[in-house]
């Protein structure tokens, strides 16, 4: 896997993840992985979904009926962008 990517579950908190990776988060009111993902998406995630949002890049590696269970996070390195 590369540096600059993990793989989180859907149930993962959105400011863990802005406070670890000192990213601001958009207005939003979800929560979870799995809720900005749906959010965002306006639908439940499937696999193979992909989402840029806040500087974050989710991709749905695993999902079920309820949504999103297994995603891969990537975030750029400090001031630029994926490679």
């Not at 670890?20 to 958009?26: A, S, T």
């Not at 992909?50 to 991709?59: A, I, K, Q, T, Y």
């Amino acid at each position: 896997m590369a540096p600059d990517c993990w793989h989180v579950t859907g149930i993962t908190n959105l400011r863990r993840l802005s406070r670890h990776f000192d990213v601001p988060l958009e207005g939003s009111r979800s929560v979870t992985v799995a809720g900005i993902l749906q959010e965002q998406l306006q639908r439940i995630p499937v696999e193979g979904d992909e989402l840029l949002w806040s500087g974050f890049h989710f991709r749905v590696l695993e999902a079920g009926e309820s949504g999103a269970n297994k995603v891969e996070l990537r975030v750029p390195p400090a001031g630029g962008p994926l490679p």
